[in-house]
């Protein structure tokens, strides 16, 4: 079948219009020269797809109560147990404040105030002050929406419905040349040629049965990554939120999230007998880290104390109906929805494939070990370590989108001309992703569904080795099975099906190096936990995994596995940057 292929030019190119990509675009339009073609690119459609805009929570900046940049950053390197590349950490926590102040000042995002008129910051778990800066509980949808009104104002090339399927590098594979795209609407390939180009297409690990983002999430930004050689971090290191809604298989309000502010306002777990069963774990109850409270949760389940769906409950009502319904209006209406009463009763939950603190090895420019890539957002390792603390997800995304948008519009200054992609690569990309026209047809869901049951068995919450090696093996025979699944080529426009078979390559891919990694890591950290090494070893002598398919390894897929010594660059284990005498906590007791 001949495949013809549109080519476009232009200076920056951004995958992905959510925090990371939207806030790019508008600063690299302030840092590059007059002049510059900026194009930004999105598998949906402009503000209404991604995870930025599902973001319920908030925003973590250290503006109030006492609060300090030095106050968030060992809150942040503590959650994620000694793993986060310090210097990263750093700079999120000290540019959130900047980046608040532009999202207010400059953005247009109203947030929820005090009545003297200070930014409003509630309690979230896992910190040690109330930092977290909000638009009731549908905070992402203010951020996108402000941002999006922004980008759409300006000159920007808008490429909607194209999505990223192969990062195309130069010949001697010393740069990046451009990207490879499907033009969904039409079902044609395009190849966009950049001088510098931003990766912030997110994460979204929906290769697990109960997860948040929406399905077409799937990790194509690493999958991507993971093809052209560069090196992937911290990849074990899947966060599972603890309060996923479960309302049953019959709909796919299952695995949304039930915000962490519920916890953080004193909601209280229950377990199928009724009995608030935290503390009988750890001594910070429901407002232990995202990592401790789902292994508490899923032991509860092991235990059969379950509800009636097998997961647990979150109860609220003892604050006040009246009180609960006017803090949470979003998460009211969204349990009501799904024949719950939030203000009142008692919600099912269940941990829930949420965050993805893995990804591409950055510096803290985001600049990537090949020449014109940027990566941003959650498909950058290193700012969370093992563990993201909740409200620092958005920050991370809009604090190093907009580093990446003054990076990129600096360096195209000293760039020459556009480069040359290497064809090969090119033509085995659309070899790749054509690959299911020449198979007899067949169905992709159900493989996707086994993919989701592997993991949430096998690479789950709580993981043994052999549980991993099991795993590895479901999805090297998943993977093998949906090569040999066929697609119609028929109508290549809006053909989902065909993007549905992209999806599930992807998630297969990053699914195998999420066990991998998993099964490397022979201790307990962060959302890492490993039942037959509980020990979190040795923190002086910290490590992260770095993974990358080389075609050395003994894996068919030519996956492997290496460690990278952790570089305390500000603070040790043990150590603190807070000065003497400052109170351990300043969240009040619940």
């Known amino acids: 079948m001949r495949h013809d292929i549109d080519r476009h030019d232009t200076d920056i190119l951004i995958l992905g219009t959510g925090g990371a990509g939207l806030f790019a675009a508008l600063h690299a339009q302030q840092s590059a020269p007059e002049g510059t073609r900026i194009t930004i690119a999105v598998k949906g459609l402009i503000g209404k797809c991604g995870c930025t805009r599902m973001v319920q929570g908030g ?19 503590k959650g994620g147990k000694w793993l986060p590349d310090q ?4 700079r999120l926590c000290e540019q959130a404040v900047v980046r608040i102040r532009e999202l207010e000042n400059e953005v247009g995002c109203f947030f929820d105030r005090n009545s003297d008129g200070t930014l409003h910051q509630k309690a979230f778990a896992g910190q040690t002050a109330d930092r977290t800066v909000h638009k009731g509980d549908l905070t992402g949808i203010e ?3 402000r941002l999006m009104e922004q980008v759409l104002a300006r000159p920007v090339e808008k490429l909607q419905e194209h999505r990223a399927i192969g990062l195309i590098p130069t010949a001697d594979g010393g740069a990046l040349a451009g990207v490879l795209m499907i033009d969904m609407r039409s079902g044609r390939f395009r190849l966009v040629r950049a001088k510098t180009v931003l990766m912030a297409t997110g994460g979204g690990p929906t290769m697990y049965k109960y997860h948040t983002p929406s399905g077409d999430k799937t990790m194509d930004g690493l999958a991507m990554a993971l093809r052209v050689g560069l090196p992937l971090r911290d990849m074990e290191m899947v966060q599972f939120h603890p309060t996923g809604l479960l309302a049953g298989d ?40 995202r990592d401790v409270v789902s292994r508490c949760i899923y032991e509860e389940m092991r235990k059969n104390n379950t509800s009636e769906n097998g ?36 919600v099912e939950v269940v941990p829930t494939a949420h965050y993805f603190m893995g990804g591409v090895v950055v510096d803290v420019d985001t600049r990537t070990a090949l020449e014109g890539l940027y990566v941003a957002g959650e498909d950058a390792g290193g700012a969370h370590g093992s563990n993201r603390l909740g409200g620092n997800g958005v920050a991370n ?23 040359d992609p290497d064809e090969a ?28 049951e592997a993991m949430w068995e ?8 052999s549980k991993l090696r099991r795993g590895i093996d479901e999805v090297d025979a998943i993977r093998a099975e949906l090569m040999e699944t066929g697609v119609s080529a028929d109508n290549l426009a809006f053909n989902l099906t065909w993007h549905d078979w992209l999806n599930l390559a992807s998630l297969c891919d990053i699914s195998e190096v999420i066990a991998r990694a998993a099964l490397w890591r022979e201790n307990s950290r962060g959302a890492h936990y490993r039942e037959d090494f509980p020990d979190e070893g040795d923190l002086e002598n910290s490590y992260f995994t770095v993974a990358r398919r080389d075609g050395d390894s003994d894996s068919e897929n030519g996956v492997s596995v290496t460690r990278a010594p952790v570089q305390f660059t500000i603070v040790r284990p043990g150590e603190t940057i807070l000065p003497e005498g400052e109170p351990e906590t300043l969240v009040a007791a619940q």
């Not at 925003?59 to 390197?77: I, L, P, Q, S």
């Not at 070899?431 to 198979?439: G, H, I, L, N």
């Open 87 to 90: 210097d990263m950490a750093w």
């Open 143 to 145: 951020i996108i929406n």
């Open 397 to 419: 995304s809009t604090v190093y989108g907009g580093i990446a948008g003054d990076v990129m519009g600096s360096d195209i200054r000293t760039m020459g001309a556009l480069r």
């Open 250 to 289: 019959h709909t796919r309000m299952t695995g949304t999230v039930l915000e962490e502010g519920l916890r953080g306002a004193g909601g209280h777990l229950l377990n199928g007998a009724g009995n608030r069963f935290m503390f009988d774990y750890d001594g910070k109850g429901e407002r232990a880290t």
């Open 458 to 465: 096998d690479v789950g919450v709580m993981r043994t080795e």
């Open 425 to 452: 690569v090119l033509a085995a990309e659309i070899d790749r992703a054509t690959r299911p026209f020449s198979k007899p047809a067949g169905l992709v869901q159900p493989l996707r569904q086994k993919l989701q």
């Open 59 to 77: 925003y973590n900046v250290a503006m109030g109560g006492g609060d300090t940049v030095e106050r968030h950053f060992m809150d942040t390197v």
């Open 311 to 346: 997961g647990v409950y979150i109860s609220m009502g003892h604050l006040g109906a009246d009180v609960v319904a006017e803090k949470f209006k979003g998460m009211v209406k969204r349990c009501a929805d799904c024949g719950f009463d939030l203000a009142g009763g008692r």
